[in-house]
């Protein structure tokens, strides 16, 4: 099955503090990523659909000067959380999916925490 | 507004029994189905997916479709503790520039 990495898996930002989170599809050409945030106990969180080469498209009510996105090649996909505070401590996940296919393969998520 | 509904649980069913989980769509353009099942602390992996109306069988889980009624379920025979979990129906029209919708889970519980 297609395999999406996700990198780190937990990081600790200091107040104030920018962090990139990777996403990259190990066995496949990505052409579409997306970025989800679940806070704990909470569904699943839409923040941005990224298609390579172009601009990601963020959802109503998400900061896109506050998570940057960039989809440089068919196979990365980076989310900047940038001036990272507490209210920004959440599970961020990425998934990608193949160009042609449905499905959607999820990365095993990163742990970010804002002091 | 594209909705999916799902009855938050928990579900709790006995080991070896037959867990059923419902999910209920808005969109009647959609077209592609999944089911992603997410264990604490973890990120949803896939376990399903289902287009055409019907049942379909994979090991212990078969997922059913129902697109006049709008309705997608998915059945997990033999019940095991290890299946304990949150289970997300996933929703979407086909074609590449769509966006799936996701359902809030339900939060399954099989004891022993």
């Known amino acids: 099955g297609a395999v999406v990495s996700q990198h780190p898996s937990r990081v600790i930002c200091k107040s104030g503090t920018s962090v990139k989170i990777e996403c990259r599809s190990l066995d496949f050409q990505a052409t579409t990523m997306f970025w989800y945030r679940q806070f704990p106990k909470q569904s699943l969180m839409l923040m941005a659909t990224s298609n390579e080469g172009s601009k990601a498209t963020y959802e109503q009510g998400v900061e896109k000067d506050k998570f940057l996105i960039n989809h440089a090649s068919l196979t990365l996909s980076t989310l900047t959380v940038t001036s990272a505070h507490p209210e920004d401590s959440s599970f961020y996940i990425c998934s990608a999916v193949s160009g042609g296919e449905e499905t959607q393969y999820f990365g095993p998520g990163t742990r970010l925490l804002g002091l | 507004q594209k909705e999916v509904e799902q009855n938050s649980g928990p579900l709790s069913v006995p080991e070896g029994a037959i867990a059923s989980l419902n999910c209920t769509y808005s969109d009647r353009g959609s077209q592609s189905f999944f089911w992603y099942r997410q264990y604490s602390g973890k990120s949803p992996e896939l376990i399903m997916s289902?287009?055409?109306?019907g049942d379909k069988e994979d090991g212990r889980f078969t997922a059913q479709l129902n697109k006049a009624s709008q309705y997608v379920s998915l059945l997990i025979r033999d019940s095991q503790p290890s299946d304990s979990a949150t289970y997300l129906c996933a929703v979407k029209r086909a074609g590449g520039s769509y966006i799936p919708t996701f359902g809030r889970g339900t939060s399954l519980i099989v004891h022993p």
């Open positions: 289902i287009y055409s109306n």
